[in-house]
């Protein structure tokens, strides 16, 4: 999924991420926070005055409105389970019944996201080009003062959903200061605690799930 912003839309909500004891002690030593993790405590949410436009590959859009489609279908089974545990006495002591509540309000959720992501969403070609910092793209960059790489998804975490590689989004302070940039470009982002770091654009390359 590729994340873009579009301003002339309703509010959205925003996420940031607290910085932990670890990634201020990073930033002390000049080196950037440690990956955000998708841990929903470590998340504050704001309101802003725009919405999230989301970008998606084909092959992602593809594949979340199969599961879309896949879960609204469970909807009778999940009902029909719920009914029939209820029939068996007292909700109380009655765990198979309070198991399929759980899941129903799991799966209920997840087609929520899925059907205002779908809505969303606007349609684009993957990437066929390298060298260029674009969403969809995977990124192995050089932090200033590191003399390793690190390599990661320039999208978000559905796209990258199918595979274990790191995600940053093109709205977080490192991707938006990264797009654009062609291998070889050193450009700088802002740190939570006003600071800035460097970070070097070694290679991007098409994602390929």
Same mark, same amino acid.
């Given at each position: 999924m590729l994340v873009s912003t579009d301003t002339a839309?309703?509010?959205?909500?925003?996420?940031?991420?607290l910085w932990t004891p670890r990634d201020l002690s990073r930033a002390r030593a000049g080196r950037r926070p440690a990956p955000a993790g998708p841990d929903p405590e470590e998340?504050?949410?704001?309101t802003e005055t725009q919405?999230?436009?989301?970008w998606l590959t084909q092959d992602a859009h593809d594949r979340l409105k199969a599961e879309l489609d896949d879960?609204?279908?469970?909807?009778?089974a999940i009902a029909q389970k719920i009914n029939a545990a209820r029939e068996e006495g007292d909700l109380k002591e009655n765990g198979g019944y309070h198991a399929a509540r759980e899941e129903q309000g799991v799966m209920e959720a997840r087609i929520r996201h899925l059907q205002e992501l779908l809505h969303t969403a606007?349609?684009?070609e993957t990437p066929t080009e390298s060298g260029t910092a674009v969403p969809g793209t995977v990124l192995t960059v050089r932090f200033e003062g590191d003399d390793d790489t690190e390599t990661f998804l320039l999208g978000s975490r559905e796209e990258g959903s199918a595979g274990s590689i790191e995600v940053y +989004?093109?709205?977080? *302070?490192l991707g938006s200061a990264l797009i654009g940039a062609k291998a070889g470009d050193t450009v +700088?982002?802002?740190? *939570?605690?006003?600071g800035s770091m460097e970070v070097t654009l070694v290679s991007a390359e098409p994602y390929s799930p």
């Amino acid at each position: 999924m590729l994340v873009s912003t579009d301003t002339a839309r309703m509010p959205r909500v925003v996420f940031f991420r607290l910085w932990t004891p670890r990634d201020l002690s990073r930033a002390r030593a000049g080196r950037r926070p440690a990956p955000a993790g998708p841990d929903p405590e470590e998340l504050i949410a704001v309101t802003e005055t725009q919405t999230q436009v989301t970008w998606l590959t084909q092959d992602a859009h593809d594949r979340l409105k199969a599961e879309l489609d896949d879960l609204v279908g469970q909807r009778p089974a999940i009902a029909q389970k719920i009914n029939a545990a209820r029939e068996e006495g007292d909700l109380k002591e009655n765990g198979g019944y309070h198991a399929a509540r759980e899941e129903q309000g799991v799966m209920e959720a997840r087609i929520r996201h899925l059907q205002e992501l779908l809505h969303t969403a606007k349609v684009g070609e993957t990437p066929t080009e390298s060298g260029t910092a674009v969403p969809g793209t995977v990124l192995t960059v050089r932090f200033e003062g590191d003399d390793d790489t690190e390599t990661f998804l320039l999208g978000s975490r559905e796209e990258g959903s199918a595979g274990s590689i790191e995600v940053y +989004s093109p709205n977080s *302070p490192l991707g938006s200061a990264l797009i654009g940039a062609k291998a070889g470009d050193t450009v +700088s982002y802002d740190l *939570p605690d006003g600071g800035s770091m460097e970070v070097t654009l070694v290679s991007a390359e098409p994602y390929s799930p």
